[in-house]
């Protein structure tokens, strides 16, 4: 039985050990030579791709900053690499070592943090209702009998059905397999309403193709925190990057990227999205945590 108990000891600290070292990105990306950003193809300003494979944005400029901070860390010049991800796998990526450090547009929430780790709150989102001009809708409560599209991997949808407004109402729904593919249904007349998140719905409106033709209505269905995601219980890199973030902030950096991507002309069409700082951002850049969803519905 002593012998049993023993074995088993030595196999958990083994397996801890195996863990932590496939959970240190920092030696993995030292011996490797090269580091791999999640980012997203039409994540609004927070993650989007120019073409081929440039990508830009207000989430991809902290972790190209982050990763110059890293390459100090371990003291090498690294190889940086882009792999696009979508709602539905960005989280298997980080998981299984594809991704060193997710760049999007991922909420915080206590669900995900069984599976990953996440830096502190770079950005706060509101989720909130697009819809045509012209529709007529303006609130949860006109969503009866209306069909609404949503992205495939995304909890926008649930949000609304919790919505204490939604109660009772009926509606149908549709997903797109991106954010893009989500706003085309909405542009095509195949959905009434695209719920989404603020940002990405601000950034898609503006980069479409006659920007009066759409507006964002009605309430604030949540309040969800935003971060670069990484491997669970990688702390190394996490200390890395939430220096990063606290640097940017107290020399002002962060303040003029957000002020670059969201009220400034943005590339490639010179489309500004037009979203002041929000002051659940301003709180959390002065009160760096990383809580998750779950404690701002709280408040």
């Known amino acids: 039985m002593k012998k ?5 000891a030595v196999a958990l600290l083994a397996a801890g050990g195996a863990m932590a070292q496939a959970n240190d990105t920092l030696a993995k990306v030292k011996a490797s030579g090269s580091i791999t950003m999640g980012v997203r193809e039409s994540s609004g300003v927070l993650s ?3 073409g081929g494979s440039k990508y830009v944005g207000y989430h991809v400029a902290i972790c190209e900053r982050a990763i110059e901070d890293i390459e100090k860390a371990i003291g090498k010049k690294l190889e940086v690499k882009y792999q696009p991800v979508t709602s539905q796998n960005r989280i298997p990526l980080v998981q299984n070592g594809t991704v060193d450090l997710e760049c999007g547009s ?4 206590a669900t995900r943090q069984k599976d990953v780790s996440f830096a502190n709150t770079t950005f706060v989102e509101e989720v909130r209702i697009a819809t045509k001009a012209n529709s007529g809708i303006k609130s949860v409560s006109d969503l009866a009998g209306k069909t609404v599209a949503t992205t495939t ?6 949000t609304l059905r919790k919505n204490k407004r939604a109660t009772g109402l009926e509606f149908k729904d549709v997903f797109g397999k991106d954010h893009a593919d989500s ?9 009434d309403v695209f719920v989404m998140d603020g940002s990405l719905l601000a950034g898609l409106i503006a980069r479409s193709k006659n920007p009066a033709d759409y507006k964002i209505v009605g309430e604030v269905l949540s309040v969800e925190p935003i971060a670069i995601m990484v491997r669970k219980d990688d702390t190394e890199l996490l200390k890395v990057i939430n220096k990063t973030i606290a640097t940017m902030t107290k020399s002002g950096d962060i303040y003029k990227l957000y002020d670059k991507w969201f009220m400034q002309p943005t590339p490639p069409t010179g489309a500004t999205v037009g979203l002041a700082m929000s002051d659940n951002l301003k709180d959390v850049l002065k ?4 809580k998750p969803a779950e404690d701002y519905a709280a408040k």
Do not use: K, M
């Open 106 to 109: 991922t909420t915080n929430n």
């Open 4 to 8: 049993h108990l023993l074995g088993l």
């Open 287 to 290: 009160n760096p945590n990383s």
């Open 48 to 50: 989007y791709t120019l």
């Open 153 to 158: 991997g995304t909890t926008s949808v649930q």
């Open 183 to 191: 706003f085309l249904l909405l542009e095509s007349g195949r959905a």
